[in-house]
Protein backbone atom coordinates (compact mmCIF):
# COMPACT_ATOMS: atom_id res chain seq x y z
CA UNK A 1 0.00 0.00 0.00
CA UNK A 2 1.22 3.30 -1.16
CA UNK A 3 2.49 5.66 2.06
CA UNK A 4 1.49 9.32 1.61
CA UNK A 5 3.92 11.95 2.52
CA UNK A 6 3.28 15.77 3.48
CA UNK A 7 5.41 18.57 1.96
CA UNK A 8 6.55 19.27 5.16
CA UNK A 9 8.06 15.65 5.85
CA UNK A 10 9.45 15.78 1.86
CA UNK A 11 11.01 19.11 2.84
CA UNK A 12 12.52 18.04 6.02
CA UNK A 13 13.81 14.01 4.23
CA UNK A 14 15.10 16.36 1.72
CA UNK A 15 17.56 18.78 3.66
CA UNK A 16 18.08 15.58 5.89
CA UNK A 17 20.01 14.03 3.14
CA UNK A 18 21.62 16.76 1.94
CA UNK A 19 23.11 16.30 5.85
CA UNK A 20 21.95 19.34 6.49
CA UNK A 21 21.98 19.42 10.95
CA UNK A 22 20.55 22.52 11.83
CA UNK A 23 17.92 24.75 11.26
CA UNK A 24 17.14 28.16 12.52
CA UNK A 25 14.13 30.60 12.66
CA UNK A 26 10.60 31.87 13.76
CA UNK A 27 7.84 29.82 13.09
CA UNK A 28 3.72 30.29 12.52
CA UNK A 29 1.52 30.24 9.39
CA UNK A 30 2.32 28.53 7.03
CA UNK A 31 5.64 26.60 8.22
CA UNK A 32 5.30 25.53 11.76
CA UNK A 33 4.72 21.45 10.42
CA UNK A 34 8.05 22.10 8.74
CA UNK A 35 10.08 22.79 11.95
CA UNK A 36 8.09 20.26 13.22
CA UNK A 37 9.10 17.49 10.28
CA UNK A 38 12.58 19.06 10.60
CA UNK A 39 13.07 17.77 14.17
CA UNK A 40 11.38 14.33 13.61
CA UNK A 41 14.22 13.01 11.56
CA UNK A 42 16.38 14.44 13.88
CA UNK A 43 17.47 17.66 12.72
CA UNK A 44 18.18 20.69 15.28
CA UNK A 45 15.87 23.19 15.05
CA UNK A 46 17.33 26.53 17.21
CA UNK A 47 14.49 29.16 17.64
CA UNK A 48 15.22 32.38 17.43
CA UNK A 49 13.65 36.27 18.51
CA UNK A 50 13.94 37.73 14.81
CA UNK A 51 14.27 35.99 11.41
CA UNK A 52 17.39 38.62 10.45
CA UNK A 53 19.52 36.89 13.78
CA UNK A 54 17.84 33.37 12.67
CA UNK A 55 19.76 33.94 9.24
CA UNK A 56 22.85 35.41 10.83
CA UNK A 57 23.35 31.94 12.98
CA UNK A 58 22.54 29.81 10.10
CA UNK A 59 24.98 31.53 8.26
CA UNK A 60 27.60 31.04 10.86
CA UNK A 61 27.25 27.70 10.91
CA UNK A 62 27.83 27.75 6.97
CA UNK A 63 30.92 29.29 8.03
CA UNK A 64 31.85 27.28 10.72
CA UNK A 65 31.23 23.59 9.31
CA UNK A 66 30.96 24.21 5.45
CA UNK A 67 27.41 22.70 5.48
CA UNK A 68 24.69 24.98 5.05
CA UNK A 69 22.15 25.76 7.71
CA UNK A 70 18.22 26.07 7.20
CA UNK A 71 16.66 29.57 8.15
CA UNK A 72 13.37 29.03 8.35
CA UNK A 73 10.70 31.84 8.08
CA UNK A 74 7.18 33.16 7.44
CA UNK A 75 5.48 34.40 4.49
CA UNK A 76 6.03 38.71 3.87
CA UNK A 77 7.68 40.34 6.65
CA UNK A 78 9.49 37.04 7.78
CA UNK A 79 11.23 36.78 4.92
CA UNK A 80 11.78 40.16 4.21
CA UNK A 81 14.11 40.24 7.69
CA UNK A 82 16.10 37.55 6.71
CA UNK A 83 16.87 39.48 3.55
CA UNK A 84 19.44 41.11 5.76
CA UNK A 85 21.06 37.87 6.69
CA UNK A 86 21.37 36.41 3.06
CA UNK A 87 22.85 39.63 1.93
CA UNK A 88 24.97 39.43 4.11
CA UNK A 89 25.87 35.58 3.81
CA UNK A 90 26.54 36.36 0.28
CA UNK A 91 29.00 39.39 0.69
CA UNK A 92 30.60 36.68 2.68
CA UNK A 93 30.54 34.15 0.49
CA UNK A 94 29.04 31.57 3.45
CA UNK A 95 26.22 29.33 2.50
CA UNK A 96 22.63 29.86 3.30
CA UNK A 97 19.93 28.11 2.84
CA UNK A 98 16.64 30.65 3.27
CA UNK A 99 13.25 28.19 3.38
CA UNK A 100 10.07 31.00 2.90
CA UNK A 101 6.41 29.85 3.12
CA UNK A 102 4.75 31.93 0.79
CA UNK A 103 1.04 32.39 -0.01
CA UNK A 104 -0.89 29.76 -1.00
CA UNK A 105 -0.50 29.21 -4.93
CA UNK A 106 -4.89 29.34 -5.48
CA UNK A 107 -4.48 33.13 -3.79
CA UNK A 108 -1.85 34.42 -6.15
CA UNK A 109 -2.57 38.39 -7.05
CA UNK A 110 -5.09 38.44 -5.12
CA UNK A 111 -4.13 40.16 -2.10
CA UNK A 112 -3.49 37.11 0.26
CA UNK A 113 -2.40 37.10 3.29
CA UNK A 114 1.50 38.10 3.27
CA UNK A 115 1.65 37.88 -0.20
CA UNK A 116 5.00 39.16 -1.75
CA UNK A 117 7.04 38.50 -5.00
CA UNK A 118 9.54 36.53 -2.60
CA UNK A 119 11.41 34.31 -5.25
CA UNK A 120 12.07 37.41 -7.42
CA UNK A 121 13.07 39.73 -4.32
CA UNK A 122 15.57 37.06 -3.32
CA UNK A 123 17.41 36.53 -6.55
CA UNK A 124 19.04 40.07 -5.30
CA UNK A 125 20.56 38.58 -2.56
CA UNK A 126 20.96 34.81 -3.38
CA UNK A 127 23.06 32.32 -6.03
CA UNK A 128 19.67 30.25 -6.57
CA UNK A 129 16.18 31.84 -5.62
CA UNK A 130 13.57 28.87 -6.70
CA UNK A 131 9.83 27.28 -6.40
CA UNK A 132 9.18 23.72 -6.49
CA UNK A 133 6.29 23.47 -9.48
CA UNK A 134 4.92 20.13 -7.04
CA UNK A 135 5.53 18.24 -3.90
CA UNK A 136 7.33 15.81 -6.00
CA UNK A 137 10.40 18.27 -7.50
CA UNK A 138 10.66 19.14 -3.25
CA UNK A 139 13.92 16.88 -3.32
CA UNK A 140 15.22 18.25 -6.46
CA UNK A 141 15.16 21.99 -6.09
CA UNK A 142 16.51 21.64 -1.92
CA UNK A 143 19.55 19.31 -3.74
CA UNK A 144 19.92 22.30 -5.87
CA UNK A 145 20.22 25.00 -3.50
CA UNK A 146 22.67 22.90 -1.05
CA UNK A 147 25.29 22.54 -3.77
CA UNK A 148 24.77 26.37 -5.44
CA UNK A 149 25.47 27.35 -1.76
CA UNK A 150 28.64 25.32 -1.42
CA UNK A 151 30.32 24.84 -4.84
CA UNK A 152 32.27 27.94 -6.32
CA UNK A 153 31.96 30.66 -4.43
CA UNK A 154 29.63 30.02 -1.86
CA UNK A 155 26.28 31.86 -0.77
CA UNK A 156 22.77 31.81 0.34
CA UNK A 157 20.07 30.51 -1.53
CA UNK A 158 16.49 30.28 -1.58
CA UNK A 159 13.29 28.33 -1.42
CA UNK A 160 9.93 29.81 -1.61
CA UNK A 161 7.38 26.95 -0.07
CA UNK A 162 3.44 27.74 -0.78
CA UNK A 163 1.31 27.25 2.24
CA UNK A 164 -1.08 24.50 0.29
CA UNK A 165 2.19 22.34 -0.60
CA UNK A 166 2.78 22.40 3.46
CA UNK A 167 0.04 20.07 4.48
CA UNK A 168 -0.38 18.72 1.28
CA UNK A 169 -0.01 14.80 0.67
CA UNK A 170 1.73 12.90 -2.38
CA UNK A 171 2.63 9.27 -2.52
CA UNK A 172 6.14 8.40 -1.58
CA UNK A 173 6.71 6.60 -4.84
CA UNK A 174 5.50 9.48 -6.96
CA UNK A 175 8.16 11.65 -4.86
CA UNK A 176 11.51 11.90 -6.80
CA UNK A 177 14.15 11.90 -3.84
CA UNK A 178 17.54 12.77 -4.61
CA UNK A 179 20.76 11.27 -3.18
CA UNK A 180 23.08 13.63 -1.31
CA UNK A 181 25.17 15.86 -3.58
CA UNK A 182 28.91 15.43 -3.55
CA UNK A 183 31.68 17.75 -2.29
CA UNK A 184 32.51 20.65 -4.60
CA UNK A 185 35.34 19.75 -7.22
CA UNK A 186 38.62 20.80 -6.12
CA UNK A 187 40.77 22.34 -8.74
CA UNK A 188 44.51 23.26 -9.12
CA UNK A 189 45.54 26.60 -10.49
CA UNK A 190 47.32 26.55 -13.99
CA UNK A 191 50.94 24.52 -13.62
CA UNK A 192 52.86 27.35 -15.41
CA UNK A 193 50.56 30.31 -13.59
CA UNK A 194 52.58 28.84 -10.57
CA UNK A 195 55.94 28.69 -12.12
CA UNK A 196 55.46 32.44 -12.76
CA UNK A 197 54.22 33.11 -9.68
CA UNK A 198 56.76 31.66 -7.38
CA UNK A 199 59.29 33.95 -9.94
CA UNK A 200 57.25 37.07 -9.14
CA UNK A 201 57.48 35.63 -4.93
CA UNK A 202 61.23 35.45 -5.48
CA UNK A 203 62.12 37.88 -7.04
CA UNK A 204 60.37 40.36 -4.08
CA UNK A 205 62.32 42.61 -1.67
CA UNK A 206 59.61 43.47 0.64
CA UNK A 207 57.02 40.45 0.51
CA UNK A 208 53.52 40.11 2.41
CA UNK A 209 51.22 37.13 2.39
CA UNK A 210 47.52 37.99 3.27
CA UNK A 211 45.43 35.58 5.03
CA UNK A 212 41.70 35.77 4.11
CA UNK A 213 38.49 34.36 5.50
CA UNK A 214 37.91 32.20 2.44
CA UNK A 215 41.72 30.56 3.65
CA UNK A 216 39.84 29.98 6.97
CA UNK A 217 36.55 28.89 5.06
CA UNK A 218 38.84 26.65 2.84
CA UNK A 219 40.63 24.42 5.88
CA UNK A 220 44.02 26.21 4.61
CA UNK A 221 45.48 26.19 7.54
CA UNK A 222 48.21 23.11 7.29
CA UNK A 223 49.03 24.03 3.98
CA UNK A 224 49.20 27.87 4.68
CA UNK A 225 51.40 26.99 7.62
CA UNK A 226 53.89 25.04 5.74
CA UNK A 227 53.54 27.99 2.93
CA UNK A 228 54.98 30.63 5.82
CA UNK A 229 57.53 28.45 7.24
CA UNK A 230 59.07 27.31 4.57
CA UNK A 231 59.05 30.96 3.09
CA UNK A 232 59.92 32.79 5.51
CA UNK A 233 57.74 35.59 4.44
CA UNK A 234 56.03 38.14 6.87
CA UNK A 235 52.21 37.51 6.89
CA UNK A 236 48.65 39.26 7.69
CA UNK A 237 45.81 37.90 8.39
CA UNK A 238 41.99 40.13 7.69
CA UNK A 239 39.72 40.37 10.84
CA UNK A 240 38.40 36.78 10.20
CA UNK A 241 41.46 35.53 8.62
CA UNK A 242 42.94 35.45 12.08
CA UNK A 243 43.82 32.33 13.74
CA UNK A 244 44.18 30.70 10.39
CA UNK A 245 48.10 31.21 11.71
CA UNK A 246 48.47 31.94 15.48
CA UNK A 247 48.65 35.79 16.28
CA UNK A 248 51.27 35.63 17.92
CA UNK A 249 53.14 33.44 15.15
CA UNK A 250 56.35 34.88 14.64
CA UNK A 251 56.30 36.04 10.92
CA UNK A 252 52.84 37.50 12.07
CA UNK A 253 52.66 41.39 11.27
CA UNK A 254 49.04 42.40 12.73
CA UNK A 255 50.66 44.92 14.69
CA UNK A 256 52.53 46.71 11.68
CA UNK A 257 49.57 46.82 9.44
CA UNK A 258 49.55 49.39 8.20
CA UNK A 259 53.36 49.78 7.26
CA UNK A 260 52.98 46.54 5.81
CA UNK A 261 50.91 47.70 3.54
CA UNK A 262 51.98 50.62 2.25
CA UNK A 263 55.77 49.26 1.81
CA UNK A 264 55.05 45.28 0.21
CA UNK A 265 56.38 45.20 -3.36
CA UNK A 266 54.47 41.91 -3.38
CA UNK A 267 51.26 40.39 -2.14
CA UNK A 268 50.26 37.41 -1.92
CA UNK A 269 46.59 36.73 -1.62
CA UNK A 270 45.06 33.98 -0.02
CA UNK A 271 41.53 33.93 0.12
CA UNK A 272 41.03 37.65 0.92
CA UNK A 273 39.80 39.88 -2.01
CA UNK A 274 41.30 43.79 -2.52
CA UNK A 275 37.64 45.26 -1.26
CA UNK A 276 37.31 48.19 1.19
CA UNK A 277 38.95 46.30 4.13
CA UNK A 278 42.12 46.26 2.35
CA UNK A 279 42.14 49.50 1.06
CA UNK A 280 41.47 48.79 -2.31
CA UNK A 281 45.34 47.71 -3.64
CA UNK A 282 44.85 51.68 -4.13
CA UNK A 283 47.56 54.18 -2.81
CA UNK A 284 48.11 55.83 -0.37
CA UNK A 285 47.93 52.57 1.54
CA UNK A 286 49.35 50.28 -0.71
CA UNK A 287 52.74 50.83 -3.06
CA UNK A 288 51.52 52.29 -6.95
CA UNK A 289 53.94 49.83 -8.13
CA UNK A 290 53.11 46.80 -5.87
CA UNK A 291 52.43 43.43 -7.80
CA UNK A 292 49.59 41.53 -6.54
CA UNK A 293 49.56 37.25 -6.73
CA UNK A 294 45.98 36.42 -6.26
CA UNK A 295 44.58 32.76 -5.94
CA UNK A 296 40.72 33.07 -5.77
CA UNK A 297 38.00 30.03 -6.85
CA UNK A 298 35.93 32.81 -8.29
CA UNK A 299 37.79 33.93 -12.38
CA UNK A 300 35.69 36.75 -11.52
CA UNK A 301 37.47 38.67 -8.81
CA UNK A 302 40.61 38.27 -10.39
CA UNK A 303 42.50 41.30 -11.12
CA UNK A 304 39.57 43.16 -8.89
CA UNK A 305 40.75 47.17 -8.62
CA UNK A 306 44.55 46.00 -9.41
CA UNK A 307 45.71 43.74 -12.41
CA UNK A 308 47.34 40.87 -10.66
CA UNK A 309 50.95 40.24 -11.91
CA UNK A 310 49.96 36.18 -11.47
CA UNK A 311 46.27 35.01 -11.10
CA UNK A 312 45.92 31.45 -9.72
CA UNK A 313 42.63 30.04 -9.86
CA UNK A 314 41.23 27.31 -7.74
CA UNK A 315 40.77 25.41 -5.10
CA UNK A 316 42.64 27.51 -2.02
CA UNK A 317 43.47 24.59 0.08
CA UNK A 318 44.82 23.09 -3.28
CA UNK A 319 46.55 25.98 -4.67
CA UNK A 320 48.93 26.80 -1.65
CA UNK A 321 49.63 22.89 -1.61
CA UNK A 322 50.69 23.49 -5.19
CA UNK A 323 53.32 26.81 -3.92
CA UNK A 324 54.57 24.66 -1.16
CA UNK A 325 55.86 22.55 -3.59
CA UNK A 326 57.56 24.84 -5.86
CA UNK A 327 59.37 25.79 -2.41
CA UNK A 328 60.04 22.37 -1.64
CA UNK A 329 61.76 22.25 -4.91
CA UNK A 330 63.17 25.38 -5.43
CA UNK A 331 64.60 25.53 -1.33
CA UNK A 332 64.28 28.89 -2.09
CA UNK A 333 63.56 30.98 1.60
CA UNK A 334 63.13 34.79 2.13
CA UNK A 335 66.03 36.15 4.67
CA UNK A 336 65.00 36.71 7.86
CA UNK A 337 67.65 39.60 8.26
CA UNK A 338 66.11 41.99 5.65
CA UNK A 339 65.91 45.69 5.86
CA UNK A 340 62.02 44.72 5.22
CA UNK A 341 62.00 42.37 8.41
CA UNK A 342 63.85 45.04 10.50
CA UNK A 343 61.67 47.73 9.49
CA UNK A 344 58.61 45.57 10.92
CA UNK A 345 59.69 44.23 13.96
CA UNK A 346 60.57 47.95 14.61
CA UNK A 347 57.24 49.22 14.14
CA UNK A 348 55.42 46.40 15.93
CA UNK A 349 57.48 46.99 18.87
CA UNK A 350 56.94 51.07 18.92
CA UNK A 351 52.98 50.36 18.13
CA UNK A 352 52.88 47.75 21.15
CA UNK A 353 54.23 50.20 23.50
CA UNK A 354 51.82 52.90 22.82
CA UNK A 355 48.90 50.07 23.74
CA UNK A 356 51.01 48.79 26.35
CA UNK A 357 50.80 52.45 28.05
CA UNK A 358 47.02 52.82 27.17
CA UNK A 359 46.15 49.70 28.59
CA UNK A 360 48.03 50.11 32.26
CA UNK A 361 46.50 53.46 32.62
CA UNK A 362 44.33 53.46 35.69
CA UNK A 363 42.46 55.90 35.36
CA UNK A 364 38.64 55.55 36.06
CA UNK A 365 35.95 54.94 33.77
CA UNK A 366 38.58 52.57 31.69
CA UNK A 367 39.31 52.87 28.45
CA UNK A 368 38.99 50.15 25.73
CA UNK A 369 42.56 49.78 26.01
CA UNK A 370 42.81 48.72 29.82
CA UNK A 371 39.31 47.11 29.20
CA UNK A 372 40.85 44.63 26.62
CA UNK A 373 44.05 44.10 28.20
CA UNK A 374 42.71 42.62 31.01
CA UNK A 375 39.78 40.88 28.79
CA UNK A 376 42.82 39.55 26.81
CA UNK A 377 44.67 37.97 29.83
CA UNK A 378 41.63 35.89 31.37
CA UNK A 379 40.45 34.67 27.92
CA UNK A 380 41.04 30.95 27.07
CA UNK A 381 43.23 30.66 23.86
CA UNK A 382 40.78 28.44 22.47
CA UNK A 383 37.88 30.25 22.73
CA UNK A 384 35.63 31.24 20.31
CA UNK A 385 35.59 35.27 19.74
CA UNK A 386 32.57 36.77 17.85
CA UNK A 387 32.98 40.85 17.76
CA UNK A 388 30.94 43.63 16.57
CA UNK A 389 30.80 47.59 16.95
CA UNK A 390 32.70 50.28 15.88
CA UNK A 391 36.22 50.62 17.94
CA UNK A 392 35.05 48.22 20.03
CA UNK A 393 35.85 45.75 17.18
CA UNK A 394 38.99 47.70 15.64
CA UNK A 395 40.79 47.43 18.89
CA UNK A 396 39.66 43.94 20.22
CA UNK A 397 40.44 43.02 16.65
CA UNK A 398 44.32 44.12 17.93
CA UNK A 399 44.53 43.21 21.46
CA UNK A 400 42.35 39.77 21.36
CA UNK A 401 44.21 37.31 19.83
CA UNK A 402 43.30 34.15 18.23
CA UNK A 403 45.23 31.00 17.81
CA UNK A 404 42.94 28.58 16.05
CA UNK A 405 41.50 28.67 12.53
CA UNK A 406 37.53 29.72 12.27
CA UNK A 407 37.96 31.24 16.24
CA UNK A 408 37.26 34.95 14.98
CA UNK A 409 33.14 35.92 13.94
CA UNK A 410 32.61 40.39 13.01
CA UNK A 411 31.05 42.47 10.92
CA UNK A 412 32.50 40.88 7.93
CA UNK A 413 32.59 42.12 4.58
CA UNK A 414 29.13 43.64 4.76
CA UNK A 415 30.12 45.67 8.02
CA UNK A 416 26.56 43.82 9.26
CA UNK A 417 25.90 45.38 13.33
CA UNK A 418 23.40 43.28 14.71
CA UNK A 419 25.22 39.94 13.67
CA UNK A 420 26.93 39.13 17.28
CA UNK A 421 24.54 37.55 18.99
CA UNK A 422 22.98 35.55 16.27
CA UNK A 423 26.95 34.32 15.38
CA UNK A 424 27.54 33.41 19.04
CA UNK A 425 24.33 31.46 18.94
CA UNK A 426 25.27 29.52 16.17
CA UNK A 427 29.08 28.64 17.52
CA UNK A 428 27.39 27.96 21.09
CA UNK A 429 25.11 25.29 20.01
CA UNK A 430 27.89 23.69 17.88
CA UNK A 431 30.26 23.61 20.70
CA UNK A 432 27.64 22.35 23.04
CA UNK A 433 26.32 19.38 20.19
CA UNK A 434 30.37 18.54 20.30
CA UNK A 435 30.95 18.84 23.62
CA UNK A 436 34.16 20.79 22.67
CA UNK A 437 34.28 22.57 26.15
CA UNK A 438 35.26 25.66 24.22
CA UNK A 439 33.56 28.84 25.45
CA UNK A 440 32.26 31.21 23.29
CA UNK A 441 32.51 35.13 23.72
CA UNK A 442 30.36 37.61 22.26
CA UNK A 443 32.47 41.36 22.54
CA UNK A 444 29.91 43.49 21.59
CA UNK A 445 29.93 47.35 21.61
CA UNK A 446 26.26 48.88 23.51
CA UNK A 447 25.00 50.01 19.79
CA UNK A 448 25.56 46.72 18.44
CA UNK A 449 23.82 44.92 21.28
CA UNK A 450 21.25 46.52 20.69
CA UNK A 451 20.37 45.62 17.30
CA UNK A 452 19.50 41.92 18.51
CA UNK A 453 19.95 41.97 21.79
CA UNK A 454 16.43 40.15 23.01
CA UNK A 455 18.35 37.03 21.43
CA UNK A 456 19.74 36.84 24.90
CA UNK A 457 16.60 34.78 26.20
CA UNK A 458 17.50 32.59 22.90
CA UNK A 459 20.80 31.63 25.06
CA UNK A 460 19.33 31.08 28.10
CA UNK A 461 16.21 29.62 26.96
CA UNK A 462 18.39 26.58 25.14
CA UNK A 463 21.15 27.25 28.05
CA UNK A 464 23.99 28.27 25.87
CA UNK A 465 26.61 29.55 28.02
CA UNK A 466 27.65 32.62 26.17
CA UNK A 467 29.64 35.37 27.25
CA UNK A 468 28.39 38.49 26.41
CA UNK A 469 30.87 41.60 27.03
CA UNK A 470 28.89 44.72 26.14
CA UNK A 471 31.74 47.52 26.48
CA UNK A 472 29.70 50.46 26.78
CA UNK A 473 30.19 54.02 25.93
CA UNK A 474 27.08 55.51 25.77
CA UNK A 475 26.96 55.75 21.99
CA UNK A 476 27.72 55.29 18.84
CA UNK A 477 31.56 55.96 18.12
CA UNK A 478 31.25 58.08 21.82
CA UNK A 479 28.54 59.12 24.19
CA UNK A 480 28.16 61.14 26.83
CA UNK A 481 28.15 61.07 30.68
CA UNK A 482 24.89 61.20 33.18
CA UNK A 483 26.31 64.82 34.09
CA UNK A 484 26.14 65.75 30.62
CA UNK A 485 22.91 64.21 29.55
CA UNK A 486 20.94 65.87 32.67
CA UNK A 487 22.50 69.21 31.30
CA UNK A 488 21.42 67.87 28.31
CA UNK A 489 17.90 67.53 29.15
CA UNK A 490 17.40 70.75 30.89
CA UNK A 491 18.27 72.31 27.84
CA UNK A 492 14.48 71.56 25.83
CA UNK A 493 13.67 68.35 24.00
CA UNK A 494 16.02 65.64 23.68
CA UNK A 495 15.04 65.10 19.93
CA UNK A 496 16.65 68.30 18.92
CA UNK A 497 19.41 68.35 21.77
CA UNK A 498 20.83 64.91 22.06
CA UNK A 499 23.56 64.55 19.62
CA UNK A 500 22.72 61.57 17.16
CA UNK A 501 25.40 59.67 18.28
CA UNK A 502 24.40 59.22 21.42
CA UNK A 503 22.62 56.44 24.11
CA UNK A 504 21.19 56.66 27.40
CA UNK A 505 23.94 57.22 29.75
CA UNK A 506 25.29 53.65 31.49
CA UNK A 507 21.98 51.61 30.57
CA UNK A 508 21.89 48.28 32.08
CA UNK A 509 21.98 45.95 29.91
CA UNK A 510 23.27 43.05 32.30
CA UNK A 511 19.93 43.46 33.83
CA UNK A 512 18.42 42.48 30.24
CA UNK A 513 20.63 39.06 30.69
CA UNK A 514 19.32 38.47 34.21
CA UNK A 515 15.62 39.28 33.36
CA UNK A 516 15.96 35.44 31.63
CA UNK A 517 17.69 34.10 33.98
CA UNK A 518 21.23 34.37 32.94
CA UNK A 519 23.99 36.28 35.26
CA UNK A 520 24.42 39.95 34.78
CA UNK A 521 27.35 42.40 35.96
CA UNK A 522 27.88 45.79 36.35
CA UNK A 523 31.37 46.67 35.84
CA UNK A 524 33.13 49.90 36.49
CA UNK A 525 36.91 48.97 37.51
CA UNK A 526 39.57 46.84 36.40
CA UNK A 527 38.80 44.49 39.94
CA UNK A 528 35.17 44.26 39.19
CA UNK A 529 35.91 43.43 35.34
CA UNK A 530 38.11 40.29 36.19
CA UNK A 531 35.91 39.10 39.02
CA UNK A 532 32.75 39.11 36.85
CA UNK A 533 35.15 37.40 33.68
CA UNK A 534 36.64 34.75 35.83
CA UNK A 535 33.20 34.01 37.32
CA UNK A 536 31.37 34.02 33.68
CA UNK A 537 33.89 31.70 32.75
CA UNK A 538 33.67 29.25 35.56
CA UNK A 539 29.58 28.89 35.01
CA UNK A 540 29.23 26.44 32.02
CA UNK A 541 25.50 26.28 32.90
CA UNK A 542 23.95 29.47 31.65
CA UNK A 543 24.75 32.54 29.40
CA UNK A 544 26.54 35.57 31.58
CA UNK A 545 26.34 39.38 30.39
CA UNK A 546 29.34 41.86 31.02
CA UNK A 547 27.97 45.43 31.06
CA UNK A 548 31.64 47.19 31.36
CA UNK A 549 31.38 51.13 31.59
CA UNK A 550 33.89 53.04 30.12
CA UNK A 551 35.13 56.41 29.33
CA UNK A 552 33.04 57.96 26.65
CA UNK A 553 35.40 59.86 24.83
CA UNK A 554 37.91 56.85 24.89
CA UNK A 555 39.08 56.56 21.53
CA UNK A 556 41.49 54.68 19.40
CA UNK A 557 45.03 55.32 19.59
CA UNK A 558 46.20 58.00 16.72
CA UNK A 559 46.01 55.85 13.35
CA UNK A 560 48.32 56.55 10.36
CA UNK A 561 45.25 56.07 7.82
CA UNK A 562 41.44 56.77 8.89
CA UNK A 563 39.38 52.88 8.87
CA UNK A 564 37.71 53.84 5.73
CA UNK A 565 38.89 54.50 2.63
CA UNK A 566 37.59 57.34 0.81
CA UNK A 567 37.07 57.97 -3.18
CA UNK A 568 39.11 60.92 -4.38
CA UNK A 569 36.51 61.91 -6.72
Known sequence: MAEAVTGAQIIAEALKSQNVEYMFGIVGVPIIEVAM???AVGIKYVGMRNEQAACYAA?????LTGCPAVCLVVSGPGLIHALGGMANANMNCWPVIVIGGSSDQNQETTGA????????????????????????????????AVRSSIYGRPGACYIDIPGDMVNAKVDRTNVRFVSCCPPPPVSLANSQEISEAFGVLKQAQRPLIIIGKGAAYGRAENEIKELVELSGIPFLPTPMGKGVLPDDHPNCVSAARSRALLQADVVLLLGARLNWILHFGFPPRFSPNVKVIQVDVCAEELSNNVRAAAALLGDLRAVVGQLVESLKSDRWRYPSDTEWWITLR????????????????????????????HIAELLPKDCIIVSEGANTMDIGRTMLLNHFPRHRLDAGTFGTMGVGPGFAIAAAVLEKAQETGRRVVC???????GFSGM????????????????????????????????????????????PPVTLLPEARYEQVMCAFGGCGYLVRTVEELRSALQQSLIDTAMPSLLNVLIDPAADRK?????WLTRSNL
Open 443 to 449: VEGDSAF
Open 113 to 144: FQEFPQVEACRLYSKFSARPSSLAMIPAVVEK
Open 59 to 63: SAIGY
Open 558 to 562: QQDFP
Open 455 to 498: EVETMCRYKLPVIIIVINNNGIYSGVDPETWEQMEKMGDMTTVA
Open 346 to 373: EKMASNAQISKALALRATLPMNYYTAFH
Open 37 to 39: AAQ
